[in-house]
């Protein structure tokens, strides 16, 4: 498959199917998707990698102590909140990506511009393996408490979250804007 068409053909997927994903894809995902150019070779990710049930139980509740501080997530009926609660923990496996938060501020920007890479090239080689995925940056990432309980240093941040796994059905593509309408020429 030419690289062009992984691009235009790989989707955001939301809804898995139960197969589990193996570890040693993975392992060989990231193997690949580190060749993310990045300045220095500092290689400023790393990441954790939740598929056990407990590691999923685990994941889940720190994510719900986590969206309580979130007004829009207190005010959901406690029957809605359960059903997210079983739809994360039915995901079958998820790769939180954290990177080191440089003091000097181009380098942190030269690193969030490099993770986001790496996390782009780990969508499309997954993607080549029907492993679809959905990149998740929802503001629970950034609770102290939801950090803490992942081991996340005080000197990093996560960038996303990505979920993934198998599935059945691939989402129709939506339109985009050709580039030449973003286009300023001089």
Same mark, same amino acid.
């Given at each position: 498959? &030419?690289?062009?068409?992984?691009?235009?053909? #790989?989707?955001?997927?939301?809804?898995?199917?139960?197969?589990?994903?193996? #570890?040693?894809?993975?392992? !060989?995902? /990231?193997?690949?998707? +580190?060749?993310?150019?990045? $300045?220095?070779?500092?290689?400023?990710?790393?990441? %954790?990698?939740?598929? &056990?049930?407990?590691?999923?139980?685990?994941? +889940?509740?720190?994510?719900?102590?986590?969206?309580?501080?979130?007004?829009?997530?207190? /005010?959901?009926?406690?029957? =809605?909140?359960?059903?997210? #609660?079983?739809?994360?923990?039915?995901?079958?496996?998820?790769?939180? +990506?954290?990177?080191?938060?440089?003091?000097?501020? $181009?380098?942190?920007?030269?690193?969030?511009?490099?993770?986001?890479?790496?996390? !782009?090239?780990?969508?499309? /080689?997954?993607?080549?393996?029907?492993?679809?995925?959905?990149?998740?940056? %929802?503001?629970? %990432?950034?609770?102290?408490?939801? !950090?803490?309980? =992942?081991?996340?240093?005080?000197?990093? #941040?996560?960038?996303?979250? =990505? $979920?993934?796994?198998?599935?059945?059905?691939?989402?129709?593509?939506?339109?985009?804007?050709?580039?030449?309408?973003? =286009?300023?020429?001089?």
């Amino acid at each position: 498959m &030419s690289i062009a068409k992984t691009i235009r053909e #790989r989707r955001s997927i939301r809804t898995f199917n139960r197969n589990p994903v193996p #570890r040693e894809l993975v392992i !060989q995902l /990231l193997n690949d998707a +580190v060749w993310a150019p990045n $300045h220095g070779l500092r290689e400023p990710w790393r990441f %954790i990698y939740v598929d &056990s049930d407990g590691g999923k139980t685990r994941l +889940v509740d720190l994510i719900t102590s986590a969206s309580g501080n979130l007004k829009r997530y207190r /005010l959901l009926p406690s029957k =809605l909140k359960e059903f997210m #609660r079983n739809k994360i923990l039915e995901i079958p496996a998820h790769l939180i +990506v954290v990177m080191k938060e440089e003091k000097n501020e $181009h380098k942190r920007n030269e690193d969030f511009a490099a993770v986001c890479c790496f996390m !782009q090239n780990f969508q499309l /080689l997954g993607w080549e393996n029907n492993l679809g995925m959905i990149w998740s940056t %929802i503001e629970f %990432i950034f609770d102290p408490g939801f !950090q803490d309980g =992942l081991g996340v240093r005080k000197d990093e #941040r996560i960038v996303g979250i =990505l $979920h993934m796994g198998f599935f059945d059905k691939a989402p129709r593509p939506k339109p985009r804007t050709p580039a030449e309408k973003k =286009l300023t020429l001089w």
